[in-house]
């Protein structure tokens, strides 16, 4: 099974905030109660921002019964104040979220994530993507379990 599915990405998010956008992510995977990724990833967001520069943030957090890792994306024309690394505003946010007991590919999965986001032209390729269906496309053939 792909890790990131067309049901799980939202092109053009219209939300205002980062907790909003983050929000926005947690309602698109409807096997997970929305309020525990929010508690989990904001937590994580408390430690330091996940704007890891280039327009991108991958937040991510440990899921208690989770039995393997789950991607939900979101683009943002305008971008999004995430108190990014390099102050600029994000207009990718990749959700990551892994199995509590999984450290090994917990941290695989993203360093395979920034590796890839920092790279311009698979930015350019998910902002000019025209369907979900594209954007997973693009994922499945560079980011893998």
């Known amino acids: ?19 909003a956008l983050i929000t926005e992510l947690a309602h698109v995977l409807t096997s997970i109660d929305p ?3 929010m508690e ?4 994580r967001e408390q430690l330091g ?3 890891i520069g280039h327009g991108v ?12 890792p789950v991607l939900a ?3 943002h024309i305008g971008g999004v104040d995430f108190e990014a690394i390099d102050g600029n505003p994000v207009h990718i946010v990749v959700l990551l979220l892994v199995p509590d ?12 994530l920034a590796r890839n986001l920092q790279q311009e032209s698979f930015r350019q390729q998910i902002m000019e993507a025209d369907s979900a269906e594209a954007v997973a496309t693009l994922f499945a053939s560079r980011i893998h379990e």
Not at 40 to 43: E, G, I, K, S
């Open 49 to 51: 921002s996940t704007g």
């Open 1 to 19: 099974m792909p890790l990131l599915t067309p049901d799980h990405i939202r092109l053009d998010s219209q939300a205002h905030s980062k907790r």
């Open 101 to 112: 007991s999984d450290d090994r590919q917990h941290l695989e999965l993203l360093a395979q």
């Open 57 to 68: 943030a991958i937040p991510h957090g440990r899921m208690p019964d989770l039995t393997a």
């Open 35 to 37: 309020d525990t990724v």
């Open 73 to 75: 994306l979101a683009t």
């Open 40 to 43: 989990v990833v904001m937590a």
